[in-house]
């Protein structure tokens, strides 16, 4: 073999593993980390800030079905979605953020916070009889009104708590409704004396029974002028909702410290989640 021949393929091997030892891309990389067990225990290569390698595909068991969905991603950021389940289906979706130096690493891993109160709520209320609903109405008629208001709530702590495939599914099997309440907001005076530091509530100056549709408040926006916040549920700052933004260039940018989501649907209308 010529001395040629030899230094060729020394470079091509050279180059080979140069490749090889590049940083995934965002969507690979978090593929690798929850299924390639053996990837997985090198994960502190692929951490920063807060996040030290948990969870991955060593936290999960054997049954556990994950799909995986781009969010977002820009040169330094990503966020990517995972949705984790169980043999039976159930589960959760969470939200890897990632963030670019010279290699892409995981920054921070998210879901919606703070959901055993409701998980524990929603239980006791699924246990009640037709019965004890009714005495629950008459002792504490504050919190449900009526039958009809009962298992509305019931069904707006169920799509909290749903995955994102199935609050999304609410929307579409709702999308005239949800127009027409949008086209409405549109025709709605501003009470600029409701106004906060962040958004203006607009639930009493509409005349649409939005509860119907699972909707707990309806507000402005605090992140772009037009724009409409129709929140779901969740606890304190950890919520769930459907955002209208008929600019898209006005979309909120994703943080790990905030707003930990956000998905599109179509026409200007997103799902989202904060922490």
């Known amino acids: 073999m010529s001395k040629n021949l030899i230094a060729l393929i020394l470079i091509f091997m050279t180059t080979c593993v140069v490749v090889n030892a590049q940083a995934s891309e965002p969507l690979e990389l978090v593929q690798k980390v929850f299924t390639d067990k053996k990837f997985a225990k090198r994960t502190n290569k692929y951490s920063t800030g ?9 936290d999960l068991s054997k049954d556990t079905k ?4 781009i969010l977002d991603e820009s040169e330094s950021t990503a966020v990517i979605n995972v949705t984790i389940l169980d043999s039976h289906g159930n589960g959760f979706d969470a939200y890897t953020h990632l963030k670019k130096d010279k290699d892409w690493k995981i920054e921070a891993f998210r879901a919606l916070a703070m959901t055993g109160l409701m998980e524990k709520a929603l239980l006791e209320m ?19 009104k009526s039958k009809e ?3 509305q709530q019931l069904e707006n702590i169920k799509l909290t708590l749903a995955l994102d495939d199935t609050i999304i599914e609410h929307f579409e099997k709702n999308r005239e409704k949800f127009e027409e309440l949008k086209n409405e907001l549109q025709n709605t005076k501003v009470d600029k004396k ?20 699972l909707i707990n408040t309806i507000s402005t926006s605090y992140n772009c002028e037009g724009c409409f916040e129709f929140l779901i549920g969740g606890m304190i700052d950890n ?10 260039q006005n979309v909120p940018t994703l943080n790990p410290s905030r707003i930990i989501m956000i ?4 026409n200007g209308w997103y799902l989202f989640k904060t922490t």
């Open 50 to 58: 807060e996040y030290k390698g948990h969870p991955n595909a060593n």
């Open 66 to 69: 994950l799909y995986f969905r």
């Open 126 to 144: 699924e246990k009640l009889t037709e019965e004890q609903i009714a005495t629950l109405i008459q002792q504490d008629n504050e919190s449900f």
């Open 149 to 151: 208001d009962f298992y």
């Open 194 to 213: 409701e106004q906060s530091y962040r958004k203006i509530n607009l639930g009493k100056q509409i005349k649409t029974d939005y509860k119907k549709l």
């Open 239 to 248: 919520t769930v909702g459907y955002l209208y933004i008929p600019n898209e």
């Open 263 to 266: 998905r599109k649907i179509g």
